[in-house]
């Protein structure tokens, strides 16, 4: 629900007998546009299942009960939907870029208002500045009178600079901006992707991670699958070869993104090569691993020949690092952002700031092997994560058990559960929000679930 049609329901809830004349002069709104807003909204609420508003032969507007409930329980939220549209100069900048990456035809200037609900004045201030900023990615904004706004360059610039806004801001977890930049694109198909990877390469993702990931493969596969996408090569051959390419292979086989063209699937494989891992659950190595193996028992050996520790299990400790030190790689060479990537489960004292000067050191023949030096913030979290894996086993905390949330009434409802949900149960990680028909295709990818009706655990899809 956006801004816009949320003021007319609340004025037509406040003022059932309005008639259009009237709500158009207080709303400073056309005709058109409250037409258009309420058939959008009407084809939403047909998707799930609830009845639609109409107008009578006297021109009133009809509210059905259960679209009152709804509005009801929307307005009773501490005003999060309402804050969710009031974004930064900075945000409004990523978003805009991001829709510009994600759709590959020309944007007017209409899209980008009613995406955001500012002014045109406002949207042309932010493009300047968006001009400006994709330069850095040798990227730039071409504006066509009649067409619009939409973004040149290389195709693996685009995919970079989409990646890294990702990375950077935190409101593209969120439900509505992801579902206005893929709306093609369910999430619920994306999570259970996610989760087959998992499962097939036998490892599980990092919390953050996994955000990252639903956004970015999403909207990835939002450019992939446009009528004039990219045929360029975008990344190296050599992701071809390695294991997370050839599972993307198969599980895409049976999906809508079968025909996907080898280029953009390298780049989703490159997607989860940059995620970090928090437990990779098979011995078994693969060859494309080999170099890099070789240079962390190095790494292993000069660490103990330095500082006289001597780590049990090597074996063990050497496959653990490489779960981190490989996503590290494949982002620096293809220069990835890191982005908000928190620190906060990891233990800091004052043997990090030691740990950190001497990683320098070690990590100098991956730097030579990669041609690329490693940045601060990627240091940072190496020598972290170096730290980390010495300590006891006891002391690695557990990761987050992953929850979804089901309701009947629809995938509306079942957001602003979602929303209340995660305030009431930090030590969960919320994945997404779905409908009782969406659960039952991808009933197993959850470990918990969170419902408002009886769910028959026969119907579930394994």
Not at 22 to 38: C, G, K, M, V
Not at 270 to 290: A, G, M, P, W
Not at 363 to 386: C, H, K, M, Q
């Amino acid at each position: 629900m956006n801004e816009r049609i949320r003021r007319i329901l609340t004025r037509l809830v406040k003022k059932p007998e309005i008639k259009m004349a009237e709500l158009t002069t207080s709303l400073s709104l056309t005709r058109r546009q409250i037409n258009y807003s309420i058939k959008q909204f009407n084809e939403e609420l047909l998707e799930n299942g609830l009845p639609q508003i109409r107008r009578n032969h006297m021109g009133d507007f009809i509210i059905p009960l259960e679209v009152l409930r709804m509005i009801s329980l929307e307005q009773n939220k501490e005003d999060s939907s309402a804050m969710v549209t009031i974004f930064s100069e900075y945000e409004r900048i990523a978003i805009m870029l991001s829709f510009l990456c994600t759709n590959t035809d020309y944007i007017g200037m209409d899209h980008f208002t009613q995406l955001l609900s500012v002014s045109r004045n406002t949207i042309q201030e932010d493009l300047k500045k968006a001009k400006q900023f994709v330069s850095k990615y040798a990227l730039s904004i071409h504006y066509d009178r009649q067409s619009g706004y939409q973004l040149q360059g290389l195709e693996r610039r685009i995919l970079q600079l989409l990646s890294d806004l990702i990375k950077q801001h935190s409101l593209f977890r969120l439900d509505d901006i992801k579902g206005k930049l893929a709306p093609t694109i369910p999430e619920e198909e994306v999570v259970h992707l996610i989760h087959n990877m998992e499962q097939l390469l036998h490892l599980r993702y990092s919390d953050e991670s996994i955000d990252y990931l639903q956004s970015a493969v999403r909207m990835t596969l939002q450019r992939a699958t446009s009528p004039i996408a990219s045929k360029d090569e975008m990344v190296q051959i050599e992701i071809r070869k390695t294991p997370e390419y050839k599972v993307l292979t198969i599980l895409l086989q049976d999906t809508p993104w079968s025909s996907m063209s080898p280029n953009y699937l390298s780049w989703l494989a490159l997607l989860f090569l940059t995620s970090n891992i928090f437990e990779r659950k098979t011995t078994q190595v693969f060859d494309s691993d080999s170099e890099l193996r070789c240079l962390i028992s190095e790494m292993v050996t000069s660490f103990q020949n330095q500082t006289l520790i001597m780590i049990e299990d090597r074996e063990a400790f050497e496959r653990r690092i490489l779960g981190h030190l490989r996503p590290a790689c494949f982002r620096i060479k293809y220069n990835l952002s890191l982005g908000m990537y928190s620190l906060d489960s990891l233990v800091q004292d004052s043997n990090h700031a030691i740990l950190k000067d001497l990683m320098k050191e070690l990590i100098v023949p991956t730097e030579n092997w990669l041609g690329r030096a490693f940045p601060n913030d990627e240091l940072a979290l190496l020598s972290y994560y170096f730290g980390f894996q010495l300590m006891s086993p006891r002391q690695i905390a557990a990761q987050l058990p992953r929850a979804v949330v089901v309701c009947a009434n629809g995938v509306m409802v079942s957001k602003l559960m979602r929303e209340n949900l995660k305030k009431l149960f930090p030590e969960l990680h919320f994945l997404a929000s779905f409908s009782v028909r969406d659960f039952y295709k991808f009933g197993t990818d959850y470990d918990l679930v969170f419902t408002t009706t009886a769910l028959n655990l026969s119907l579930i899809h394994i």
